[in-house]
């Protein structure tokens, strides 16, 4: 619950500026360097400033999130997890990949099913090890997908002050 509401403060809230202004910069340059660059930077923002939160009010979350100390280290693991799944769901879908980002979101739900099946049979399911799927899954996910971005579409990073300005402002709004 608590890393969700980081997750849509934080992530989810520049997923659909992202989205918008990436087919943009698609139709009209074939690539989304500029917004994409924009995305890393908000993403990379966003993990920062949730994991100073999370250390600086631990005992709030762990309080708020009835957890032990342990757990709260796998509560930053699942929120790095969720993260990496919105944004390489997002990034499919700037892209005009539909498909590929289904069969990201299918992949990852599989893995995840396997994982708790495989917690149930063998090792038993606790708070920790759901945390770590929400972790786990969306990282073997990515191997798989990685190779399947454009990357002369996303890269070299070039950043544009004026559409990070644009973008900063309908991220307020979302």
């Given at each position: 619950m608590s890393?969700?509401?980081?997750?849509?403060?934080?992530?989810?809230?520049s997923e659909a500026p992202f989205i918008v202004y990436?087919?943009?910069?698609?139709?009209?340059?074939?690539?989304?360097?500029?917004?994409?660059?924009?995305?890393?930077?908000?993403?990379f923002i966003s993990t920062i400033l949730f994991i100073f939160?999370?250390?600086?009010?631990q005992d709030y979350f762990i309080k708020f999130a009835y957890i032990n100390k342990n757990q709260f280290l796998f509560l930053i693991m699942a929120y790095l997890g969720i993260g990496l799944r919105f944004f390489f769901g997002s990034t499919f879908l700037a892209l005009n990949k539909r498909l590929l980002?289904?069969?990201y979101e299918l992949m990852t739900n599989a893995v995840s099913i396997l994982y708790i099946l495989a917690l149930y049979l063998f090792l038993g399911i606790t708070l920790e090890n759901i945390f770590l799927m929400?972790?786990?899954?969306?990282?073997?996910a990515a191997l798989f997908f990685i190779p399947k971005f454009d990357f002369?579409?996303?890269?070299?990073?070039?950043?544009?002050?004026?559409?990070?300005k644009k973008m900063l402002n309908y991220t307020k709004w979302t």
């Open positions: 890393a969700g509401i980081f997750i849509a403060l934080l992530v989810n809230s990436a087919n943009n910069e698609l139709k009209k340059t074939d690539s989304i360097r500029k917004v994409f660059t924009i995305r890393v930077i908000f993403i939160l999370a250390i600086a009010l980002n289904a069969m929400f972790f786990i899954a969306p990282v073997i002369e579409k996303l890269f070299p990073l070039k950043f544009d002050k004026k559409k990070f």
